[in-house]
């Protein structure tokens, strides 16, 4: 079992950046990928990013390409989010994640999820 619990989120300008966070309650988090999705107001959960449990590998969607960055520190289990030229459309709740694996893409491979925090871009 894996618990994730996410902070950072707040209220930022457009252009403006935020770091989100991921801590997990498990001792074996370095044997997890991560992945980070967020749900906008009406829409959809969209899958964002993703890392390998060694930190290795990352995927990012076209939409924030260039403007996230995801890094991990597996002594500290903890997965960071690094949001920058931030959007209104980046306004949403973000959600840290684990597959049952080392790695994904695939969303529907995430089964432990944290509670969330909200992203607000102002215009």
């Known amino acids: 079992q894996v618990q994730l619990v996410e902070s950072g989120g707040g209220l930022v300008q457009a252009g403006g950046s935020l770091s989100l966070s991921c801590a997990a309650s498990t001792r074996t988090f370095s044997n997890y990928g991560i992945g980070w999705f967020r749900q906008a107001p009406g829409k959809e959960r969209e899958f964002v990013v993703a890392?390998?449990?060694?930190?290795?590998?990352?995927y990012y969607v076209d939409s924030v390409k260039g403007r996230f960055t995801i890094s991990r520190d597996n002594a500290k289990s903890t997965v960071r989010l690094q949001m920058n030229s931030l959007k209104p459309e980046d306004t949403a709740v973000y959600y840290c994640a684990a597959p049952r694996r080392a790695y994904s893409t695939s969303p529907s491979d995430y089964v432990y999820w944290g509670p969330g925090t909200h992203v607000t871009v102002s215009s």
């Open positions: 890392i390998s449990s060694g930190g290795h590998t990352t």
